[in-house]
């Protein structure tokens, strides 16, 4: 959970108390403040991170999802998503089994959007509450333009217009 995401230089609040996942039949306590334990009866697919067994960082950020709000919830799967540490498709296979999770319903949508190619929060933004209107949402998304002997994704471009749309800055491009 939180822990994990920590674990995976993913954005996480800072201090959080340990978190740690055990099998249901054992009944490790938790303290408060300090550590919470999560049970479970499935079994968990971890990695080896200096030394310690840690979730995936799919799980670490569906799971962390109602122990946050807003940009916090999204920044973990934001960023995991764009260093390739996670698959939003394996996110939202995860996530179609939480029937109950708070906020499952923004969980998708999120993992929806990041599915289509969204990789920041302004292009979260641009497909949501700017390109979503009528006469703007004819647009293609996550194009692939050919330059010369280059390929670039373009967030939104209107072919008819020959306008490409570019709605994050230079920290999300491989060069200015």
Same mark, same amino acid.
């Given at each position: 959970?939180?822990?994990?995401?920590?674990?995976?230089?993913?954005?996480?609040?800072?201090?959080?108390p340990?978190?740690?996942?055990?099998?249901?039949?054992?009944?490790?306590?938790?303290?408060?403040?300090?550590?919470?334990?999560?049970?479970?009866?499935?079994?968990?697919?971890?990695?080896?991170?200096?030394?310690?067994?840690?979730?995936?960082?799919?799980?670490?950020?569906?799971?962390?999802w109602?122990?946050?709000?807003?940009?916090?919830?999204?920044?973990?799967?934001?960023?995991?998503?764009?260093?390739?540490?996670?698959?939003?498709?394996?996110?939202?296979?995860?996530?179609?089994?939480?029937? !109950?999770?708070?906020?499952?319903?923004?969980?998708?949508?999120?993992?929806?959007?990041?599915?289509?190619?969204?990789?920041?929060?302004?292009?979260?933004?641009?497909?949501?509450?700017v390109f979503?209107?009528?006469?703007?949402?004819?647009?293609?998304?996550?194009?692939?333009?050919?330059?010369?002997?280059?390929?670039?994704?373009?967030?939104?471009? !209107?072919?008819?217009?020959?306008?490409?749309?570019?709605?994050?800055?230079?920290a999300?491009?491989?060069?200015?």
């Amino acid at each position: 959970h939180l822990t994990g995401l920590g674990m995976w230089e993913l954005p996480a609040p800072a201090p959080a108390p340990l978190h740690v996942t055990a099998y249901n039949p054992r009944h490790p306590r938790g303290v408060p403040g300090e550590l919470v334990v999560h049970r479970t009866l499935l079994p968990l697919d971890a990695r080896t991170i200096d030394g310690l067994a840690v979730v995936r960082p799919e799980v670490a950020a569906v799971m962390s999802w109602p122990l946050l709000c807003g940009s916090d919830q999204r920044a973990p799967l934001l960023e995991g998503n764009r260093r390739r540490l996670l698959s939003p498709a394996r996110a939202a296979a995860l996530a179609e089994k939480m029937v !109950y999770l708070k906020g499952i319903k923004q969980l998708r949508e999120l993992l929806g959007l990041l599915l289509a190619g969204c990789e920041s929060e302004l292009e979260l933004w641009g497909y949501t509450d700017v390109f979503n209107v009528p006469g703007l949402d004819d647009a293609q998304r996550q194009t692939v333009l050919r330059v010369g002997n280059r390929n670039y994704r373009i967030d939104v471009g !209107y072919e008819a217009e020959k306008l490409a749309v570019e709605l994050d800055g230079r920290a999300y491009h491989a060069s200015p």
